[in-house]
């Protein structure tokens, strides 16, 4: 009987509802404007350069310089960004215990910034769960950089095929693909519990 497949999760979207919108509303009069700011100043590329490695003191200055009538809202980006997280999927928690029970290694790749992956480790309780993380702020690489992929595999001893890769960026899971991975594309903790067991990973039905 063959190993069954090692689970790598992705977080943000997997495992956390992270979206910048659930503190723009908070610093916006109305919907409209909250969707502009994202859209046209702390934009999603914007915040990819944090998850890249940028200092966020740094970029949050940076920023200001360009739009200086915006620097309350820009620099609580940093100073509140815990507000950008909606939640925890409990559902994703549920399996990564199952599979921890079941004794099946666990790992993770995260698009993060390093400043913010340290400061939620005493609040998140799964992370301290996992086998190891790959953290994008700390290796100055981003998926869906397939670098990424490599290295994560170089560094735990693990052949690509005999992983699957959870994430819920499309992008990232063609990525995984192409470097040999079996991929899922994550929608919700149900329809990701049902796919795993597919796979012959022991989770409940």
Not at 11 to 32: C, I, N, S
Not at 148 to 161: H, K, S, V, W
Request: net charge negative; aromatic share 14%.
């Amino acid at each position: 009987m063959s190993e069954p497949l090692i689970p790598v999760f992705d977080l943000g979207g997997v495992f956390v509802d992270w979206d910048p919108m659930h503190l723009f509303r908070k610093l916006f009069a109305t919907e409209q404007e909250a969707r502009w700011f994202g859209e046209s100043i702390c934009t999603k590329d914007w915040n990819l350069e944090f998850d890249a490695g940028d200092i966020y003191a740094e970029g949050v200055a940076r920023l200001i310089t360009r739009f200086p009538r915006y620097w309350r809202e820009i620099q609580a980006y940093d100073t509140r960004w815990k507000e950008t997280i909606g939640g925890i999927f409990q559902g994703t928690v549920d399996i990564h215990n199952e599979l921890i029970e079941a004794e099946i290694p666990t790992f993770a790749i995260t698009n993060f910034s390093w400043e913010k992956w340290v400061s939620v480790l005493d609040e998140w309780s799964f992370l301290e769960k996992f086998d190891g993380v790959v953290v994008s702020g700390l290796e100055k690489m981003v998926k869906p950089d397939p670098r990424i992929f490599r290295l994560f595999c170089d560094r735990y001893g693990l052949a690509p095929e005999s992983c699957v890769f959870i994430d819920d960026n499309q992008a990232n899971v063609v990525s995984a693909r192409a470097v040999g991975m079996e991929a899922i594309h994550f929608s919700s903790p149900e329809a990701l519990r049902a796919e795993l067991i597919s796979l012959g990973l022991p989770l409940k039905n």
